[in-house]
């Protein structure tokens, strides 16, 4: 009876463990994955994010991103970055790939640094032959006290991003470029040579990227010659008239945009030729 009793106490026990092994705890510094379409491609970032809890900051002896010292940018784990497509940092073109980013914290300034070390846990291993590209970035600072360690992207536009790192009442921005305007001109210019002519894509791309708004005229009233009803070309037609100085073209196409607009019955369109005629 005794050792039935023992075994079904052990037994008991071992479930007991077992319930207890699978309790899942939320983590002090919670991992966020960023995905970022950027040009012809995208980035990936992921790290994670620890929070000040009261803590110094950006102290020579603190254990939140040490002053002059070697950051895996985050906690846990080194901070990892992966590109689809090339990119230019600090005048030094990235492969696409994975990196891993660390830096070095200063006063006035930062060393953000994208490595090839992959894989190390921490800044442990970490080391300057292994850079790709080192960029010194100031170190602004912002009014809004951040708590959690914030990394993200901003001011986006078709060639061009910045980096953010947010942390404390500090702000460090890092330039990312990538040039996509030749391989577009490219492929534009070939479609242009097969039967179905992209016109709409190419007048977009001479008026917003190339500045060349002859050639976007020229594609747009194409456009417009295939299909009479698109509403929205004539609207494209008048934006690119406004922007090279024609405004007597751009009202008349603006007129006309509101005129097709209408019998499809779409506002959008009516609205914003309208804005347009009044100089919004």
Do not use: H
Not at 33 to 59: N, V
Not at 121 to 135: H, I, K, L, N, Y
Not at 204 to 210: A, I, K, L, S, V
């Amino acid at each position: 009876m005794m050792k039935y009793l023992f075994t079904v106490l052990a037994a008991t026990t071992l479930l007991l463990t077992n319930v207890v092994a699978q309790v899942t705890m939320p983590q002090p510094s919670p991992t966020q994955f960023i995905r970022q379409d950027f040009g012809m491609g995208t980035i990936e970032l992921t790290y994670s994010r620890p929070s000040i809890r009261g803590r110094q900051l950006f102290e020579a002896n603190s254990v939140l991103a040490p002053l002059g010292k070697p950051w895996r940018t985050g906690a846990n784990a080194a901070t990892k970055i992966r590109f689809t497509d090339n990119v230019t940092i600090g005048g030094k073109t990235l492969d696409t790939g994975n990196y891993v980013i660390y830096t070095v914290p200063g006063k006035g300034q930062w060393d953000v640094v994208f490595s090839k070390g992959t894989a190390y846990p921490g800044q442990q291993g970490f080391t300057e032959s292994d850079d790709v590209a080192r960029v010194k970035a100031p170190v602004t600072t912002i009014n809004d006290k951040v708590e959690t360690f914030t990394m993200q992207f901003g001011n986006l536009r078709n060639e061009s991003c910045e980096l953010q790192l947010l942390w404390g009442n500090a702000a460090v921005k890092v330039p990312i470029t990538t040039n996509i305007k030749d391989r577009l001109r490219a492929q534009i210019e070939a479609a242009l040579q097969s039967d179905n002519k992209p016109y709409q894509q190419a007048a977009n791309f001479y008026y917003e990227w190339d500045k060349d708004y002859t050639k976007a005229l020229e594609n747009v009233n194409k456009g417009i010659e295939q299909n009479p009803k698109a509403f929205w070309l004539y609207l494209l037609k008048a934006r690119i008239q406004k922007t090279a100085g024609d405004k007597t073209g751009a009202v008349a196409s603006a007129n006309k945009t509101i005129e097709v607009a209408t019998e499809a019955n779409n506002d959008d369109y009516v609205r914003m030729a309208k804005e347009l005629i009044a100089g919004k």
